[in-house]
């Protein structure tokens, strides 16, 4: 596995990163072959968009970014979260379709058996994460 050099242009923005889509992008590839380090069992994110815009939803973990999938704005959904992203400090990320930046919201431990409710509100510094 070749490593990656993630660049360090990061903005702050009303108490949220703010990193490029192209260095998040450069990283959906890479998700199938990261290691395992945890249980079985799966992790439910339950994701409500309350923005009008559509958002693509990744967790970042171990240099890797996991791409969920897309949410539309105001709609809700339910994503399985891989095993290799889990048991491992994770960020859950947001990359608003069209802005051409990712904006990661919140920092959670993955478990298996967890269920975990991912509110992005329209001020996204406002987002909520909880953990069932």
Known sequence: M??????????????????PAASVGSLWAQSSNAPSTCGHGRVVLHVLNDTDVDQRILVMTGGHAVNLGLLEGGDAANFDVPVYAMCSPAQLVVN?????VAYPLGKV????????DFTIEKDLSESQISID
């Open 109 to 116: 431990t993955l478990t298996p058996g967890e269920r975990v």
């Open 2 to 19: 070749r490593l990656m050099r993630f660049h360090q242009t990061l903005a702050l923005i009303a108490g949220t990163v703010v990193v």
């Open 96 to 100: 608003p379709e069209g802005e051409g």
